[in-house]
């Protein structure tokens, strides 16, 4: 039961219509952004990093991306039981400071009945996002 006695909603893969992931660092080339979003039934990436080892800038908008590397993304996410880890993520306490150089997560999931929830990574499964984003934007950024 969620809230005032209400039942809780869980998801599941196949609702996913946005997985965003970002890193946010003091060394700007080991920062990234990505979001892949369905947009009027179409599948649409966004990209914001350094690519091949590091050294190319790589930004992007809108690229259009294929129902496989949908069903890849949904792979990775239904193997490592991400959307159950976001639903039930908890935030760590915070200090009583803020840290100015640390590095900073962030892993949203946004569901085809409009809700979106979002914690700091993506548990088992960041590792292999990160994986899939970077080879996917070395991708689509025509190297």
């Known amino acids: 039961m969620g809230l005032f006695g209400r039942p809780v ?3 599941n893969v196949s609702e996913v219509i946005l997985v965003s992931m970002s890193c946010g660092c ?13 947009e009027q039934g179409k599948w ?9 080892d590091k050294t190319d800038p790589t930004e992007f908008c809108g690229k259009t991306v294929s129902n496989e590397d949908v ?11 991400t959307v159950g880890y976001v639903e039930k993520y908890k935030p760590p306490k915070k200090l009583p400071f803020h840290v100015l150089d640390e590095t900073t997560y962030s892993f949203c ?7 979106r929830i979002c914690s700091e990574i993506a548990g088992e499964a960041q590792n292999e996002l990160n994986d899939f984003f970077y080879r996917l934007a070395e991708r689509l950024v025509g190297f």
């Open 26 to 38: 003091m060394d700007y080339s080991f920062h990234y952004s990505f979001t892949l979003y369905c």
């Open 9 to 11: 909603k869980h998801h």
């Open 44 to 52: 649409l990436f966004d990209a914001d990093c350094y690519t091949h």
């Open 109 to 115: 999931l946004g569901f085809s009945d409009g809700n």
């Open 71 to 81: 069903e890849t993304l949904r792979g990775i996410l239904e193997k490592h039981g």
